[in-house]
Each structure stands twice: as C-alpha cells, then as structure tokens.
C-alpha cells in the first residue's frame, strides 16, 4: 500500500538524523507512510528504531538536516505534547497509565467530562465508550481500575485513549512482547480497522512471524542507516535477517543431534497437579539427557507453571518429581532448586533475574559470590576474571565491567541472566520466556547457546509463549491447553501450525 502522486503520504521524513557529540546514532533516513498503511520497523537493538520512534512522536528533536512533513504540510515537532495535537501518538512499551483510576478515566485523563462545572463518572464513562464505539473496539466494563486488566487490554485501552484525541498516526514499540498469541492476533485485528479507517500504524516489533501477517511493508534500519524498505508480501523471513544483521544468518537445525528415544531420562515429571488460575491438572513429561523439550500454551495454559515449579518460584504444586531415576522433592524456593542442580531462567528478567542497579561483572557473578569468597570476603581478581569469562563465553556486549545492567540493550541483558545461570554450573536448565524482547541477532545466539548447553550434557525444558521459538528450539514440543498436556509433535510434524492447532483446541 503506497500513496498516490496526487495524494501526500500521511508522515513524510527526508534525510532525517540525530548526532549526540561525536556518536551519529541515525543518518539520512527516508521514510513514507500513508493513510491505513502498517510499516514494520525492523533492526537489531542500537540500529536506531527507538531513536526514531521518538523523533517521530517528538520525544527527541532530530538533526536540522531533515525535513518532516504530515499529509504535505512540513512540520516540527517540539515535544510529545506537539505530537499529539498534530495527530501522532506513541503507545509505549512500558505504558503510561493510573492503575488505581478506572478504565474510562484513563482514556479521558485531563479531559474528563463535566456537567454544569462538575466532574461526573456518568459522563467520563459515555465519553470513553463513545470513543472505543467509534473503532468497533470492546473493553469491558470501564469502570474496573486498569490494574485488574491484563497486559493486552492495557494496550488497548491506550490505543483508545490515543484515538480519542484524534490521531492519525500511532507509533507501537514492541506491542506484542509479552502477549500471547491470541493477544496478538486481536491487538492486530483493532490495527487492522484503525487501517481501515485511514489511520497510519508504525510499529516496532522482533517478532518475525507477526510482521509477515500483519504489515503492508518492512522498514530495515542498521546501525542507523535504512537499509530496506520492502513489500511484506514479496520478501521473506530469510531475506529481512540478511538485511538487519548484513549478512546470512546461519541459523542451526534444532534437530540436526537431537538425542535418540534410547537417551536416558534426566527429568521426570509425574501427574502433577496445581490448583487456581491457571492450573495444572495431571501433568507428566520427560527430559532426556542432551534433549530440549519444549512446553507451549497460551496465556492462562498452565505451561508457566512447570518452570515456575522446577524453578521454586511457583504455587504449592503436589505430584512426583525425578532426578535421574530418584526421587526428590519438588523445589520449593530457588535454593531449593539450586540444590538439585536446576538453574532456572525466569520470564521476567529486570523484576526476578537481574539488579539494574548493579554492574555487568556483579550480575554475572551474583549466584556464585561464596565460591569467590575466603573467609567471608569477595576476592576481587577472582570476581573480575570469572565476571570477564562468562561475558566472553556468551558475547556480552559492553564498555566496562562496572557499567551498570541497566544502561544494556535487552539482548545483552538476556545473556547476562543466561550467563549467570550457567556460572553455577546446573545439571539441568529450566527456560521460561528466553528470548523475550530481544532482537533477531541476540535471539539467534541464544539460540545457538542453548543448542550448545543442551548437548553438552544439560538437560534442558523450555516454556515458552512464543510459537516460533517454541518450534525452532526444541526437539520435542509439548502443547499446553488448560492445565493439561493435549499433544507431542517431534519430526516433520512439529510445526507452528499444528502447535497452534493444539494449543486454541482445534481437531486436526
């Protein structure tokens, strides 16, 4: 989808740039979007995509070089504020919103609705649901405060909040990364009658599935230039990875060693069972030796249970639970998992895994700090050279040891958790969500990593929301739904289509 000759795009940037000293993080970049088109924007973290994101929503000011220009009219923009009166929205990753405010006072914020000079809930909650009206979109009862919704209905709130002010042109960083992929797909399926309805939606994704279904083009940028601008329908998977990274990707077959059905067992899991929202009801699964197995579901299938039960971060779970043949105790906290050899990975890597505040070498080495200790006290070469090992062993990407975690891009902070994990020297590895909100390049050295780990005699379970991951990783995959393990597909036969098929309950 393009613009005519006759008809201005909806957002038109030429040569546009931001230098901060010395350092050129964005350079001559050209960029057309027009009414009811969804652009993709692709590129490996530090390639320049949030830079700019904000400079399109006027959180940062660009280089005087460039122009900008919305249906013909050159502007410029001062501030988000500015943005927003002209028509662009960003809806954040980290969403902006009150949760103890409801629903409809979120979409209304500073706008509230009054009657005779006093504010009132009746008109607050007539004007958020003619706004959600407009664009066909449901949300519930409006007055629930935004902190009982789920992730995906936080999101969709913002995008009504947006549309209520009039925009013309939304901006989504990352909008899919923690959703399931029945969240996705109705997040794009609002995207699609926003498209409908003239509205212009730039989004910024790593999820290459979601972007062949759901954008008319592909914008690649690396390492600050736009290297692509291409059809969706007429590129592929293989052809985008070559343009982020500059090279082939050489991508391994997750199959190629797998072990045999004759490998001995390391993990079993036996009919277990976890009451609640989710639950697990009866589960049983194997992990041999060398093996990836993988668990699917979606959201609320209970397969975030298993590794939040091998890892002791779970619920009281009650079944059986083996270790090489033995039987042992399901961990009950993470030392307790510690102690049966199990490191474990958690989905959510700034809340559960890593301290932001602390350095890159304190993070590596947190879990192993007595093994460095004499007589109660750290030793600081000890600390450095173990902490400089592991960075090197899984290519962290940094300026000093001491820089802080925090100030890393989210593939570097994904193998600093990684990393840490395997400082301990595990037995077994317990994955849950380990590529979230990475880009292509880091996803595919994890990837590689794992495949390394797993066959260097680390029995490995991975639990995992994302179909794509989930089908390319592991080498036998489990599917989720309900509580209830439904299928195993190995082989030719496990695909993204029938692990969905399994996962939404369909017959195949």
Known sequence: MSSSSSTPSLLSLKGIGKTYGFTTVLEGVDLELARGETIALLGENGAGKSTLSKIITGVIRPDPDGSMAL????????????????????????????????????????????????????????????????????????????????????????????????????????????????????????VGRLNRDGVGVLYVSHRMDEVSAFSHRVVVLRNGHKVADLVTANTTHDELVTHMLGRQDSKADANSDAPSAQTPTALELGNWHCRGIP????????????????VYGLRGSGAELIAEGLGGAGKEISGNLLIEGKSATIPRSPLAAKSLGIAYVPAERKRDGLVLK??????????????????????????????????????????????????????NQQKILLAS????????????????????????????????????????????????????????????????????????????????????????
């Open 71 to 190: 249906e013909g009219v050159a502007t410029s923009l001062q501030s988000p504020r500015d943005a927003l009166a002209q028509g662009i929205a960003l809806i954040p990753q980290e969403l902006a919103y009150v949760p103890a405010m409801s629903v409809a006072d979120n979409i209304m914020l500073n706008r509230w609705r009054s009657s005779y000079g006093l504010v009132t809930k009746s008109a607050t909650v007539a004007a958020a649901m003619a706004a959600a009206k407009r664009f066909d979109i449901a949300l519930g009862d409006l007055r629930r405060p935004m902190s009982m919704l789920k992730l995906a209905e936080r999101q969709i709130v913002e995008i009504v909040k947006a549309l209520s002010r009039n925009a013309r042109i939304i901006v989504l960083d990352e909008p899919t990364a923690a959703l399931s992929q029945d969240e996705s797909r109705a997040l794009f399926d609002i």
């Open 279 to 294: 639950s697990l009801a009866g589960v049983s699964l194997s992990v041999r030796r060398g093996e990836i197995v993988g």
């Open 421 to 508: 994990r395997m400082a301990m020297s595990p037995q077994y590895l317990v994955l849950q969500e380990p590529t979230r909100g990475v880009d292509i390049g880091a996803r595919g050295q994890i990837h590689r990593f794992l495949r390394e780990i797993a066959r260097a005699d680390c029995p490995t379970l991975l639990v995992t929301a994302d179909i794509e991951e989930a089908v390319d990783l592991s080498d036998r995959l489990l599917v989720m739904r309900e509580g209830r393990i439904v299928g195993e597909l190995s082989g030719p036969g496990k695909t993204q289509a029938a692990a969905a098929s399994l996962a939404a309950g369909e017959t195949r």
């Open 358 to 411: 602390l350095s890159v070498g304190a993070n590596l080495v947190s879990l192993i700090l007595a093994s460095l200790s004499r007589f109660g006290i750290v030793r600081v070469l000890a600390e450095r050279k173990k902490a400089d090992s592991l960075a090197k062993r899984f290519d962290v990407r940094f300026r000093r040891l001491d820089q802080t975690v925090g100030q890393l891009s989210g593939g």
